[in-house]
């Protein structure tokens, strides 16, 4: 039996073929792991919307610093002209010290007695004197004034220099915020630009879905509460026309399976009222843009138009949602009226004029132009009218 032949080593070249097959296998392998998957249109639109929904917050902190700034803008005018006018008149009563002062050091040169005895009309001197008992009088009158409008202008002055302080950071955060919704928006718009025509336009179509499908469950409430009203309605007709047949004596006890009354149904703003005016602003301005911080009369935010629908009612309403909250009266859901401020999501930054029928005018968010949409859309935390 012949001895078996061992197999001869691999040659320098042909190591290096399998050593570079073997390590673009690896690599190729190790890419396709690590690969990101392609986001879906529901993932982008919900990205889009949270993007959307975080640079609304940060506009109405924006409208809110704003404000604020404005304010202490107007402040520190205010206080820079009082310490104007503080050093104009220490400047006016420096003067008149040293007019007096002047004329006290001529006059009291020489010791009074040495002038009385010297003096070859003593009368003369003596009516001198008291001239200058006078202006002596005159100069502590007149130090104690500069001694307090001293006080008054250094107070002054450091009110000046706090109010301006606050305004430099009232400045900082403003640009900050503006930053924060500039940033937002630009990731929103990059997100949007990754996707085809025909994906954006889905996007879009969804959008209108969602809102249809809310719209039509409002509608579906809305009618369920006309129904149970108006049966409520006609049980109390009924139980009233038979109280009346059994005369005028019996008692006038509702039976106890009659439900309480439905509330009214709101009733439609009278014409040329406060109401109708807010409203027919609000309507005047549908299909016009969303312009972040903007009060019109081309473009609004959301407590913009809010702002302007009341200014045009002789109303004045604070600059953000958040406050426009807190002014007025707070409204039941199920007694709201055409005019009616509407408030979303629990930190209240978003804001529509109600206009009936369980709807609203309202500008949504940026790329987006003013609406009607129902209140059942986003998440209603209540209702104010002021």
Known sequence: MGKRRKPSPPSRARLAVLTTAVASGAVLASGTAHAEPAPTLASVKEQVDRLNEEAEQAIERFNGFQEKQQKLQGEANRIQEKVARGQDAMNELRTQLGVVGAEQYRNNGIDPGIQLMLDSDPASYLGRASVQDQVAGSWTSLLKRAQDEQRKLDQERAEAATTLADLDAVGASLNAQKNEIQGKL??????LNKLSAEERAKINAQEAADKAKAAAQQAASA??????????ADKAKAAAKET????AAAPQTPAANTPPPAANTPAPPAAGGRAATIVQFAYAQLGKPYGWSKTGPSSFDCSGLTGAAYRAADVSLPRTSQEQ??????IGRGDLQPGDLVFFYPDLHHVGVYIGDGKMIHAPRTGKNIEVLSIGVMPYMGAVRP
Do not use: D, H, I, P
């Open 186 to 191: 630009a990731q929103s718009e990059a997100l």
């Open 223 to 232: 009618e369920r509460a006309k129904a149970a009203e108006k049966e409520a």
């Open 244 to 247: 009346a047949g059994k005369g």
């Open 325 to 330: 909250w807190k002014v007025g009266t707070r």
